[in-house]
């Protein structure tokens, strides 16, 4: 569903969702494993969930047998569930390919019922969700224990959790991966994760090592640059793969890495994982220049310097067609029209000029016309780095740092500030358009409650007082959170609190 309604790059996603799926059914594969974000949106629009169901319902359903069987409580591995079974074995459907999937950051569980746009698939018994958790004090990973013929494989996965939050559950020693109860040792452990990989902060990611070294092979979600061939991690001693993205969302060095899905084939404890190159997705090429390392070319005092680096960067861009041209011949899945980048640093006395008329002359060529030349200045970056904590302020951070800048007459008494962050929070990303109001609503009630049962008299004033004394307080830090955090599907941290 990424950029849907644009006109040259709408249908990019489902093409080569459709073709990750032929192939799959071409390689006659036992499931398929999906590592979160299915969707782009948290609410896909009717198109996206028509065209990923007309895809999986294509794929996915036939007579072809299912050869491996299910071991472990399928009530534990499908809790969250209304239909808590595996697909396969439902006497009302007939599945040819079972899909495994965890959510991912952006079609996780929101709203009041904590559902997601995977829990519409899998109500409609197209897919399999599992690695869902709605405690944020520990978390119990419960394996699928999957057996054909004498593979035994222990499937593990944790849907998206904010990083910060599994970080020091980790910590505190509050991630439990149980381990089936006969031969443990016999089985390949498989774990499926979505969270950060690369560090973005003290404990803004997970680190390899906080993983048990009990495990043979760890899918890594989430991070969209495709590094599939397994990576030994010498400390834990198991391999990490990291399919990445099918799609490119953005115009960054890692997304133009060639995009690939992996077969994985299971033998006992042996492995072995062939790289599937995809076809149908969009070609990208990206190149960096600095205008101030080619002196010999044009310098910032020369007259009409405009038009000589306005050239220079238009070879650039016409040699990066061609080779995308030549990477194409033959191949008449890849999309005719590729995406490029010109990052140009024009630092040194340089001048940026208009990149819109730059990009008419391409206009019929590239995907991305409006986007092709990115200026970028050497001191600025810096500049950038600096006021990077402040350019990626979540919503929280901005109702908070509201409130603590606002004037005393209009600060919080009612409500928290957290509290409320969470909520615009979800009304902003999520789109949950009653999460102010239920969150209103809710302290509403627990404000009542309270001054009930101390029995104050209804007076503004007496109530004023009541609200603001420190008994009010500590009720509602101690008596809150676990309210709040059901109404919003188990997303505040307790610890916060």
């Given at each position: 569903g990424y950029l849907e309604k644009d006109a040259i790059r709408g249908n990019d996603t489902f093409v080569t969702f459709d073709e990750i799926m032929k192939q799959a059914v071409q390689n006659e594969v036992d499931f398929v494993l999906l590592g979160g974000d299915l969707f782009h949106d948290n609410k896909p629009s009717r198109k996206t969930m028509h065209c990923c169901m007309e895809v999986m319902r294509k794929y996915c359903m036939g007579d072809r047998p299912i050869v491996f069987e299910i071991l472990s409580d399928q009530a534990v591995n499908f809790s969250h569930s209304k239909f808590p079974w595996v697909n396969y074995l439902d006497s009302n459907l007939n599945i040819s390919i079972p899909v495994f999937s965890v959510h991912g950051n952006h079609d996780d569980p929101t709203g009041a019922d904590g559902l997601c746009a995977i829990d519409l698939l899998s109500c409609a018994g197209l897919i399999n969700h599992f690695g869902r958790s709605r405690s944020v004090e520990k978390l119990e990973i419960s394996p699928v224990l999957l057996k054909k013929g004498n593979t035994r494989i222990a499937l593990y996965g944790i849907?998206?959790?904010?990083?910060?939050?599994?970080y020091r559950m980790f910590i505190n020693n509050q991630v439990t991966m149980l381990r089936p109860r006969e031969d443990e040792d016999g089985w390949f452990n498989l774990f499926v994760i979505h969270q950060n990989r690369s560090k973005h902060g003290a404990?803004?990611?997970?680190?390899?090592?906080?993983?048990?070294?009990?495990?043979d092979l760890v899918v890594w979600g989430h991070e969209h640059e495709c590094k599939i061939a397994p990576v030994r991690n010498e400390q834990q001693l198991f391999y990490v793969t990291q399919p990445g993205s099918s799609v490119i969302t953005s115009l960054s060095p890692g997304e133009a890495v060639k995009k690939h899905i992996g077969l994985l084939r299971v033998k006992g404890k042996k492995m072995n994982l062939q790289k599937i190159p995809l076809q149908t997705v969009r070609q990208f090429f990206i190149q960096d220049v600095t205008l101030s390392e080619h002196p010999d070319l044009f310098s910032p005092e020369q007259p009409n310097v405009m038009l000589k680096v306005m050239a220079f960067c238009q070879e650039k861009v016409e040699e990066m067609l061609e080779e995308a041209e030549r990477q194409r011949l033959g191949n008449s899945l890849t999309p005719e029209k590729p995406l490029i980048r010109l990052r140009v640093d024009y630092?040194?006395?340089?001048?940026?000029?208009?990149?819109?008329?730059?990009?008419?002359?391409?206009?019929?060529?590239v995907a991305n016309p409006k986007e092709i030349l990115h200026f970028i200045r050497h001191r600025e970056a810096k500049?950038?780095?600096?006021?990077?904590?402040?350019?990626?302020?979540?919503?929280e951070d901005l109702v908070k740092e509201y409130f603590q800048k606002a004037e005393k007459n209009v600060q919080l008494s009612l409500l928290t500030e957290q509290g409320m962050g969470k909520a615009v929070q979800e009304f902003v990303d999520k789109?949950?358009?009653d999460a102010i109001e239920?969150?209103?609503?809710?302290?509403?009630?627990k404000t009542q409650r309270f001054l009930r049962e101390r029995r104050v008299e209804a007076t503004e004033e007496k109530i004023d007082e009541e609200?603001?004394?420190?008994?009010?307080?500590?009720?509602?830090?101690l008596k809150g959170s676990?309210?709040?955090?059901?109404?919003?599907?188990?997303?505040?941290?307790?610890?916060?609190?």
């Open positions: 849907g998206s959790i904010p990083d910060e939050r599994l404990t803004n990611y997970i680190p390899e090592q906080f993983l048990d070294d009990f495990l630092s040194g006395g340089f001048e940026a000029f208009n990149t819109m008329r730059f990009s008419q002359k391409f206009v019929d060529q500049d950038n780095i600096k006021g990077k904590s402040h350019t990626s302020l979540r919503v789109e949950e358009k239920e969150l209103i609503k809710y302290q509403l009630e609200v603001k004394g420190r008994a009010f307080k500590e009720d509602l830090r676990m309210q709040k955090m059901k109404l919003y599907n188990c997303t505040l941290d307790l610890n916060e609190k």
